[in-house]
């Protein structure tokens, strides 16, 4: 299934993967660590800066030709963009945003994956890159690891429709861990009202080798209307914790 289909539409599917998670509260997404994405890119939105560390994504290589990166626009509506791979060099959006929930491999050379880690980042805030790679990651956005064709953040946000009527149900969550202990915490934010704080819905204790089979939320009557962020954050009991999980959202009104 496409990104667009999976971020916009009736049904979401939003999933997220930190692979190092520490003692405090990180962001269920690729870098292993927190981050604001709505200070970060700012209520009128960023443009990004996009390289791999293999020189064979790119447009004619072996590996990821072109991406397409779906998130929010400066009016927080629902958007996508495709970009061009140039393997080490940088590649910047030609869209501003003021979220992004997801990237994905559109196009591939005869490697039919992308041959390196896909990072995507704030324009200007990446530092010195070295071979493509960031030297900064506080404004590191997305990325995909190498092989994966795909990476989501964790996190969704119900897009404005300019009616404000839009409002999406969270049905189901599934999660699990391994290496050490963690919780989960599942929460909604308002990024651009006055209360920004971050709201814990539920929290899912999951053992160091353990998973939380698919839970029916249906009833729990988490509703994200029109602007609302929803957040996966994970705490590990001890470094290193390794925490995925994956959530659906259905479209009530």
Request: a negative charge; hydrophobic letters at 40%.
């Amino acid at each position: 299934m496409d990104l667009i289909e999976k971020h916009s539409g009736n049904n979401i599917v939003v999933w997220g993967r930190n692979a190092t998670v520490g003692t405090a509260l990180e962001e269920l997404y690729q870098y292993d660590q927190a981050l604001d994405w709505y200070a970060i890119l700012g209520s009128s939105g960023a443009k990004l800066d996009v390289t791999s560390s293999s020189a064979s994504d790119a447009a004619a290589g072996t590996g990821a030709r072109t991406i397409r990166i779906t998130g929010l626009d400066p009016s927080y509506a629902f958007q996508s963009e495709d970009l061009t791979m140039n393997g080490q060099t940088i590649v910047q959006s030609a869209k501003t945003w003021t979220d992004v929930f997801g990237a994905d491999v559109l196009t591939h050379g005869t490697g039919k994956v992308n041959a390196g880690d896909i990072h995507i980042v704030k324009t200007g805030t990446g530092g010195t890159y070295t071979t493509g790679v960031p030297g900064t990651l506080t404004s590191a956005i997305c990325k995909i690891l190498a092989g994966w064709c795909t990476s989501a953040n964790g996190h969704w946000v119900t897009p404005a429709t300019g009616k404000g009527t839009s409002q999406y149900r969270l049905d189901c969550i599934h999660a699990s861990a391994y290496t050490q202990s963690a919780a989960l915490l599942v929460c909604t934010q308002d990024p651009w009202a006055t209360d920004q704080s971050l709201h814990v819905e539920c929290v899912l204790g999951i053992g160091a080798t353990g998973m939380v089979p698919p839970i029916d939320m249906s009833k729990a009557g988490i509703v994200l209307p029109e602007k609302r962020a929803i957040r996966l954050r994970p705490l590990g009991a001890a470094a290193s914790a390794v925490v995925q999980a994956t959530m659906l959202l259905t479209r009530v009104s």
